[in-house]
């Protein structure tokens, strides 16, 4: 990485580099059920088409990973952003739990365990911009409303988002795109885990591992436990930037693996079930891309407070005739 030129910061603050260091989070985490088929087109169109088979990711099972939430202060790493404060960020990220595979013949067989962000809405500026340059999280404009307690509170969770129907005298502008509305008999609140990831890695086996399509075999099974032993998750992403000379086309392109670091976490289950409605739009395509149902019963609702490090990513694969292809 030293033969890389030095990032020319000028103008005004537009973005902060990592790692970095997120302090008191907040994350309510729900379990939607969605097309395995979508997903497992999505995550081939995301890696395996453009790596040439270089890096195959496939979806463990046939659920997404919505969070709902906060980072209380996002500090990075290097100075002198370190010393400049810090960033609040509510946000709402669309993950499917994948196993990145290796070809046996005509069996897919797991290698080890990350989440692929598929979307995240958020509204911070700086926040939307950092994340999208460092690692390649697909961020857009969004502005969530959550209870200032879901273990204790029935208002719903809300995203709205800037976007749109597609059309000639079709606009962006600020349009409801989902709905999470707390339903049923109120549940008993059960105290998952404390200061510890284990419960949440057995939860995500037990809960998703249910269809997963590939051979989980004696080695996937050592690297997930290694990876929750370290406290450790693999966020993986296809980061990537329009081209200059063709914006149909990607001046860099990237497969980027970031770990994220987790301590300090407490995990509660939520009080109630819940009713997903996702309105449609065509420049959010929560159906066509992920297979979310539409209108469904959720009831995998955590709650989950910790605090957590995204550390420097590192570059599986690159385009070639792109940056370090």
Not at 13 to 35: E, I, M, R
Not at 83 to 106: C, L, N, Y
Not at 285 to 306: K, N, S
Request: proline residues 6%; negative net charge; glycine residues 10%.
């Amino acid at each position: 990485m030293t033969d890389l030129p030095a990032y020319v910061e000028f103008g005004g603050l537009g973005s902060a580099p990592g790692p970095l260091q997120c302090d008191d989070t907040t994350l309510y985490v729900f379990g939607l059920k969605a097309d395995h088929a979508k997903l497992d087109a999505l995550c081939q169109k995301a890696f395996n088409t453009p790596t040439g088979g270089a890096v195959d990711y496939r979806p463990l099972g046939d659920t997404v990973i919505v969070t709902f939430g906060v980072v209380g202060a996002i500090r990075p790493e290097y100075e002198p952003w370190h010393s400049m404060g810090t960033v609040r960020e509510p946000q709402v990220g669309f993950w499917i739990p994948v196993a990145r595979v290796k070809h046996d013949g005509d069996k897919l067989v797991a290698q080890d365990f990350g989440m692929f962000c598929a979307a995240m809405m958020l509204d911070n500026p700086i926040s939307l911009l950092s994340g999208r340059e460092d690692y390649g999280y697909p961020k857009t404009m969004g502005w969530s409303t959550m209870p200032d307690d879901a273990t204790q509170d029935t208002a719903p969770f809300t995203l709205d988002v800037f976007g749109m129907d597609f059309g000639g005298d079709e606009h962006p502008e600020r349009r409801r795109l989902m709905d999470l509305t707390p339903v049923g008999d109120e549940l008993s609140e059960v105290e998952l885990a404390l200061g510890d990831i284990l419960t949440v890695g057995e939860w995500i086996k037990d809960m998703l591992f249910d269809r997963p399509g590939v051979d989980l075999g004696l080695h996937f099974a050592i690297e997930f436990g290694k990876a929750l032993k370290d406290h450790k998750v693999n966020q993986v992403f296809l980061k990537q930037i329009r081209a200059t000379a063709d914006g149909r086309r990607a001046d860099i392109q990237q497969v980027v693996v970031a770990p994220a670091i987790t301590k300090n976490i407490k995990v509660s289950q939520l009080v109630h079930d819940y009713d997903l409605t996702i309105q449609h739009l065509d420049s959010h395509p929560l159906h066509d891309e992920l297979g979310i149902v539409a209108q469904q019963r959720v009831t995998l609702a955590l709650r989950m407070r910790f605090d957590f490090l995204i550390d420097a990513g590192d570059v599986r694969w690159a385009a070639p005739g792109t940056t370090n292809g």
